[in-house]
C-alpha cells in the first residue's frame, strides 16, 4: 500500500462549487504539506503543517484553506472554485527529525469548469 | 528570496546518450540540494540529494555534485534509458527554514529507443 495517499485522483467540477481534496499518510510523520503544479512552474506551496495544532500559510494560500484532522490526514479546501484553480495538487510529508526529504503522493488532478 | 532555475524541456535523446539538465539556485544561506523525478502518472520522488558544498548525490546512475561557487547543482548520467523519462525537478531547502522546500520548473525528458 502507498505510503501516502489522495483522494480523489481526478475531479472535475464548475466554478463556486466547493471542493475538498484529501491526503492520507501512513508514514508516521508529523510535517504535512499541500502543492499545487502548474506547467513551467514547478510546483507551489500552498499550507504546510508541522503538526496537528500548527498550520502556516505557503507561497499560494489565498483561496484555500486546510483542515488537520489528525497527524494522518491533512485535507484541502477550494471554497468556492475558480478555473485558475485547475491544477494537479500534490500532498507531501516529512519527518521532523533532521532529515528533510518529502515524500509525495500520486497527486489529485482538478478541473475548474 | 529562495529561487531554483533549471533548463526549460523537453530533452529529447536516444538510448545510451548522455544527459546533463543544468540548474543553479539562489538562496540566503547554505541549502540542502535536491533532485526530485517525476514518472508519468505519479507523485515526486526523491532521485538524490546533497547537504552541503561539494558533496556528490548520486542514484540509478544520476549524480549531481553541490558547487557553491557556482551556485550550480546539475544532474548528469553517462547513458539514458527509455525508462527514464520523466519530469525532473531541482529544489532546495534552507536549513533553518522548517524542510520548505523551493522547485525549479521542471525540466522534461524524453528517451527514444
Known amino acids: 500500500d502507498a505510503d501516502v495517499t489522495q483522494t480523489p485522483r481526478n475531479r472535475i467540477t464548475k466554478t463556486g462549487k466547493r471542493i475538498m481534496l484529501e491526503c492520507s499518510q501512513t508514514?508516521?510523520?508529523?510535517?504535512m504539506y499541500w502543492y499545487r503544479q502548474d506547467p513551467g512552474l514547478g510546483l507551489r506551496l500552498i499550507y504546510y503543517s508541522f503538526d496537528v495544532k500548527d498550520i502556516n500559510k505557503g507561497e499560494i494560500s489565498d483561496g484555500y484553506s486546510v483542515s488537520r484532522q489528525a497527524q494522518a490526514k491533512f485535507s484541502l479546501s477550494l471554497e468556492s472554485a475558480i478555473p485558475n484553480q485547475t491544477a494537479l495538487y500534490f500532498c507531501a510529508t516529512s519527518d521532523l527529525k533532521g532529515t528533510d526529504t518529502q515524500y509525495f503522493g500520486p497527486g489529485t488532478r482538478l478541473t475548474v469548469l | 528570496g529562495d529561487s531554483v532555475t533549471q533548463m526549460e524541456g523537453p530533452v529529447t535523446l536516444s538510448e545510451e546518450a548522455c544527459l546533463t539538465i543544468n540548474c543553479t539556485y539562489t538562496a540566503t544561506g547554505y541549502p540542502s540540494l535536491f533532485w526530485y523525478v517525476q514518472y508519468p502518472g505519479e507523485g515526486l520522488q526523491l532521485l538524490l540529494k546533497?547537504?552541503?558544498?561539494?558533496d556528490k548525490g548520486s542514484n540509478k546512475g544520476f549524480e549531481a555534485t553541490y558547487r557553491k561557487e557556482t551556485t550550480s547543482f546539475h544532474l548528469e548520467k553517462g547513458s539514458v534509458q527509455v525508462s527514464d523519462s520523466a519530469v525532473y525537478f531541482c529544489a532546495l531547502s534552507e536549513n533553518n527554514a522548517g524542510n520548505m522546500l523551493t522547485f525549479g520548473g521542471g525540466t522534461r525528458l524524453m528517451v527514444k529507443p
Open positions: 546533497a547537504t552541503k558544498a561539494d
Open positions: 508514514k508516521g510523520h508529523d510535517r
